[in-house]
């Protein structure tokens, strides 16, 4: 998985939405302690970013990725300690490099846990959770992003399916089929969450260009077609617009949660 986004990570990091302060606020009334977090799969660290504004909550952020890359193009904070997790590292690896048994306060995953070993993952999540009060929380969002749901979600994602890697289908199908064997807190599913974010036109293509499946693409020899695809769709949603494509506008990824502690 890391290859995919290796190629493109500089951008990458420029071009992903960041999520928003109040869901974790939110998350944080969920858990008994508030010492340590974990960011598992963190890309370039929007969502550790997230948990050291609210620094007085949590004490210190650890955020791991397969990707060197994508960590050497990631967000530097004083309170967030970046780690390598290569493929190889074993489940006592990687409790112990994420702080030990009974360690973590809350752990989240932003919109990757679809390519994670996920049985070892949540192997893992059961031993670094502190019992009781640990929460682990899973999110993700896709191409589904308003007003532009029709050309984004529906011409362009059509389009992308012959590249898919079949792991990304969790999150196109909002981790409806994903398993998740904790014990609901809060909520099981948000299924219409909105991510705001303000995007000019630019911004969103670049979001496009970025991900995974186009990077398939054009390591599959189909670049050139794959481009002239968004091409055709971003000059759909730029006719849909309404300012200047160099304007801002508000855009809305409808995103989905998951949240639970994990069984006595």
Request: hydrophobic content about 40%; some cysteine.
């Amino acid at each position: 998985m890391a290859g995919l986004y290796e190629k493109p990570s500089e951008t990458y990091a420029k071009k992903r939405p960041r999520y928003p302060k109040e869901w974790f606020s939110m998350l944080t009334g969920l858990t008994a302690g508030h010492q340590r977090a974990w960011d598992a799969g963190c890309g370039s660290g929007q969502a550790a970013i997230s948990f050291v504004q609210m620094a007085e909550h949590y004490e210190s952020v650890v955020a791991t990725d397969v990707s060197e890359r994508q960590l050497r193009n990631a967000i530097a904070h004083p309170r967030v300690r970046y780690a390598h997790t290569p493929e190889h590292l074993s489940e006592e690896e990687l409790v112990a490099l994420v702080g030990g048994e009974g360690s973590l306060d809350l752990i989240v995953v932003a919109t990757s846990i679809h390519w994670f070993d996920i049985p070892l993952f949540y192997a893992v999540v059961n031993r670094a959770l502190k019992k009781p009060g640990g929460v682990l929380a899973v999110w993700g969002y896709n191409y589904e992003i308003h007003p532009f749901e029709d050309a984004l979600h529906g011409q362009l994602y059509a389009a992308l399916r012959p590249y898919q890697d079949p792991r990304t289908r969790l999150a196109m199908e909002r981790y409806r089929s994903l398993p998740f064997p904790f014990e609901p807190v809060g909520f099981r599913f948000l299924l219409n969450v909105d991510m705001e974010v303000e995007m000019t036109l630019e911004d969103l293509a670049g979001f496009v260009m970025t991900g995974s499946v186009v990077t398939t693409a054009r390591e599959k020899g189909a670049g050139a077609e794959m481009e002239a695809v968004v091409r055709d769709v971003m000059k759909r949603v730029e006719g849909e617009w309404g300012d200047a494509p160099t304007v801002p506008r508000k855009l809305a990824f409808k995103a989905f949660m998951l949240a639970g502690r994990p069984k006595c």
